[in-house]
């Protein structure tokens, strides 16, 4: 059974950092890609970072160079460092792995975490 845990939202004033992590379980990294997707109010579902299966990544332009994602095998998490967080990061953040389908809302078919919440404020 495939079990993916969001944990290490909060709230946190602009420019502050947060790391949030998906803890995994009956999933393998080496099978396929793990991502970030984030969904705002009123907002459509947003894929925010990606990273494959032989460790390539991705980035939506609005978070370059203040997000990272990381995979830990040995703890089978992955992660995501947010620097310099900015109100238009607010935000439920899902972990999901293998691309799932989604439309306007993230989850649905597939396999995705729970969310976490960010919130960004002054």
């Known amino acids: 059974e495939v079990n993916l845990v969001e944990s290490g939202g909060g709230s946190v004033l602009i420019g502050g950092s947060l790391r949030l992590s998906c803890a995994t379980s009956?999933?393998?990294?080496?099978?396929?890609?793990m991502g970030w997707y984030r969904q705002a109010p009123g907002n459509q579902c947003e894929l925010v970072s990606m990273i494959s299966h032989d460790g390539s990544t991705t980035y939506v332009r609005s978070v370059k160079g203040r997000f990272t994602i990381s995979l830990d095998k040995a703890k089978s998490t992955m992660y995501l460092q947010m620097n310099d967080l900015k109100p238009e990061d607010t935000a439920l953040y899902y972990c999901?792995?293998?691309?799932?389908?989604?439309?306007?809302?993230?989850?649905?078919?597939?396999?995705w975490g729970q969310g976490t919440q960010v919130v960004v404020s002054s």
């Open positions: 009956g999933i393998s990294f080496e099978d396929s890609d």
């Open positions: 999901a792995y293998d691309r799932p389908a989604y439309g306007y809302a993230c989850g649905g078919t597939g396999y």
